[in-house]
Nanobody, 123 residues
């Protein structure tokens, strides 16, 4: 059974850090690109960070220098290290994976997605 399960969300003060994890199971991730998306209340879902099968990463401008995406091939876990968190980083975070990629970004409608984990940043 193909499954992506996120964890690591929570409540944190602005300036703090969180590390999100996404366990991928039920399929081989060879050749897959992966990404973290987020959706804030009242806003569209947006891609936050992505990583290609060769390990190259890309980030949306608002998180560059603060977030780091990585993938542990041995454990099949996708991570998102989030530092210097801001109020605008609040939202539901989803991990996704696909063989169909635009650069390092999985095509949203052709991806498998997790159920999400909530991140709340307060002042």
């Amino acid at each position: 059974q193909v499954q992506l399960v996120e964890s690591g969300g929570g409540s944190v003060k602005a300036g703090g850090s969180l590390r999100l994890s996404c366990v991928l199971s039920g399929f081989s991730t060879r050749g897959y690109c992966m990404a973290w998306h987020r959706q804030a209340p009242g806003k569209d879902r947006e891609g936050v960070a992505s990583i290609g099968s060769e390990g190259r990463a890309n980030y949306t401008d608002s998180v560059k220098g603060r977030f780091t995406i990585s993938y542990d091939n041995a454990k099949n876990i996708l991570y998102l290290q989030m530092n210097s968190l801001k109020l605008d980083d609040t939202g539901e975070y989803y991990c996704g994976a696909s063989r169909m990629c635009a650069g390092t970004w999985p095509l949203v409608d052709l991806s498998v997605w997790g159920q999400g984990t909530q991140v709340t940043v307060s002042s």
